[in-house]
């Protein structure tokens, strides 16, 4: 539940970003089928958790640590919207002015994705149809099981 | 769920229109927000809304599971196949300039069907998920009320 109130906020986030693609994204994965999977996957392991013996005081340290070590990396970084920053001189500038000639779609986000990103994007579907495979190989071969131990 | 009829009522009512939604982010994507991804996964929603519903057997009946592996994999085969044919005409992989005689026309061309593939991968993987966790699901209640029997 609350992961589904942290993706339809983060939509709002990104709409103000004015970044109406990625909000539509959160909001139909994030808030609407990842919300359904975390409940299915929730109603499969049950109510109950083993007690674990987790070393509680060591995970704090290491997530301590790292989070410093993150947000120190992020010190480098130049500031938020730069206009002189890497990421706005690169390419970006080029798809911002060719793409109108060279692809002709009106949506820019579309035109990067799919043409000038085209490798990405197969390689996102490969990945989206491998996780889909994965899970149905992980959760036929439990079922098969089941069916062989009925008594159990 | 046969006594949810006001659910039932709603539902009915709804999945028409939120396949309807997805069609149209799917193929207005080049013009608005949104694309293959978004739309796959609102068409996944509106199934998955339907099997929820109606209940997983209904909705296995719309879209058999192995329907939808097969669909899955002519998404991802769709979009490599449009990489090969632009090889075939001339142009490097994934150049969709070369799929016409316009390069703009082209590029059109090519990002429909590639975006095209994208939604039917996703669309079909997100249903079959929800089928392996629901098929899973039912089978864990029909468990515990033996069990408890």
Do not use: C, W
Not at chain 1, 107 to 123: E, I, K, P
Not at chain 2, 9 to 22: E, G, Q, R, S, Y
């Amino acid at each position: 539940m609350l992961f589904g109130i942290y993706s339809l906020l983060s939509a709002g986030i990104f709409v103000g970003l004015d970044a109406v693609d990625v909000a539509f994204t959160e909001a139909a994965v994030g808030g609407g089928i990842s919300t359904i999977l975390m409940l299915g996957a929730l109603s499969l392991i049950g109510k109950k958790q083993e007690a674990g013996h987790s070393n509680a005081g060591m995970a704090v340290v290491i997530v301590t640590l790292t989070g410093a070590m993150l947000i120190y990396g992020t010190l480098d970084f130049p500031g938020f919207g730069h206009p002189e920053a890497p990421v706005h001189q690169h390419v970006a500038p080029r798809y911002i002015e060719q793409s109108p000639q060279e692809v002709g779609v009106p949506n820019m986000v579309t035109s990067v994705l799919a043409s000038y990103r085209g490798y990405d994007t197969l390689g996102e579907v490969a990945v989206i149809f491998t996780a889909g495979i994965g899970v149905l190989t992980l959760l036929s071969g439990r079922r098969r099981h089941k069916k062989k131990n009925p008594g159990s | 769920m046969e006594h949810h009829l006001v659910l039932r009522v709603v539902a009915k009512l709804m999945v028409p229109l939120i396949l309807l939604f997805a069609l149209y982010v799917q193929f207005h994507g080049d013009y608005g927000p949104g694309g293959g991804f978004q739309a796959g996964v609102i068409f996944g929603a509106g199934f998955i809304l339907y099997g929820l519903v109606f209940g997983v057997d209904r909705a296995h009946r719309v879209a058999t599971p192995g329907v939808l592996i097969a669909f899955a994999a002519a998404g991802v085969l769709l979009y490599a196949g449009v990489g090969v044919v632009s090889l075939l005409l001339g142009g490097n992989y994934l150049d969709y300039g070369v799929l016409s005689h316009d390069p703009v026309h082209g590029q059109h061309l090519g990002i429909l069907l590639i975006e095209l593939g994208v939604g039917t991968t996703v669309a079909s993987v997100m249903i079959t998920l929800f089928y392996a966790f629901a098929a899973d699901a039912d089978m864990e209640f029909t468990d515990d009320e033996e069990a408890n029997e």
